[in-house]
């Protein structure tokens, strides 16, 4: 069955550093997204792309972050200087279709350490 | 704004018994919802969805849930749990937010599974 990729699955960072986190999603799905759980708390929504472009994101996605699709298979989250607080795990997703009912498939996460 | 509680962080059941997990919407409008399960060091699968065609839904490896409009739930059922069902159990609410499919999640039950 088709999976959505993510690496790395594990990064250590010192704060101020940049990350970026690659996903590959499924490979006919046009909706690509990024969520976050920061320790002990809820799944967040980061971010939505689709055509290239960002569709909707969060307050938490500030101008520190950015993603980007820059081959048409991967899709990147890069975190421009890291805080303390940015430690999470970072799921990416993709979608077929974003109707409301619709599937959203997540990979494994990136779990990402600032020290 | 949609959102989902999750009634009880961690749930423990003895191999065999009936598990139960707990969630309650709030929507404006029809939801669609959603049960994603998270297994040690595994990425979010989806268990089971709402799309309002039945408010029985039957999903993955035995587990069922039910939507109830008047009570605004949709608990998560399984007639006989087993130990390979110890993971942690997320209900989400899915919306389109300016043409983007968004998931809000709840905060997560914790299932153990006592032999």
């Known amino acids: 069955e088709p999976e959505v990729t993510q690496t790395p699955s594990h990064q250590v960072t010192q704060m101020g550093q940049e990350v970026i986190l690659r996903c590959v999603p499924i490979s006919n799905h046009l909706y690509f997204y990024w969520y976050r759980q920061i320790l002990g708390q809820k799944v967040e929504f980061l971010v939505s792309f689709y055509n290239n472009e960002i569709s909707e994101k969060s307050e938490i996605f500030d101008d520190q972050f950015s993603v980007e699709r820059p081959d048409g298979s991967n899709f990147t989250l890069k975190i421009r200087s890291t805080k303390l607080e940015d430690s999470a795990m970072y799921f990416c997703?993709?979608?077929?279709?974003?109707?409301?009912?619709?599937?959203?498939?997540f990979g494994e996460g990136s779990w990402l350490t600032v020290v | 704004a949609q959102s989902v509680t999750q009634l009880g962080s961690h749930v423990s059941v003895s191999e065999g018994a009936l598990v139960l997990l707990r969630c309650n919407y709030s929507?404006?409008?029809?939801?669609?919802l959603f049960w994603y399960v998270q297994y040690p060091n595994q990425g979010l699968q989806l268990l089971l969805k709402y799309t309002s065609a039945a408010t029985l839904v039957k999903g993955i490896n035995g587990f069922e849930a039910e939507f109830k409009k008047s009570e605004t739930s949709f608990h998560l059922t399984k007639p006989s749990a087993h130990m390979s069902d110890a993971a942690e159990y997320f209900c989400?609410?899915?919306?389109?937010?300016?043409?983007?499919?968004?998931?809000?999640f709840g905060q997560g039950t914790r299932l153990t599974i006592n032999p």
């Open positions: 929507s404006s409008v029809p939801p669609y």
């Open positions: 989400a609410v899915s919306s389109l937010v300016q043409g983007a499919q968004k998931l809000v």
């Open positions: 997703a993709s979608s077929r279709q974003r109707a409301s009912g619709n599937t959203i498939y």
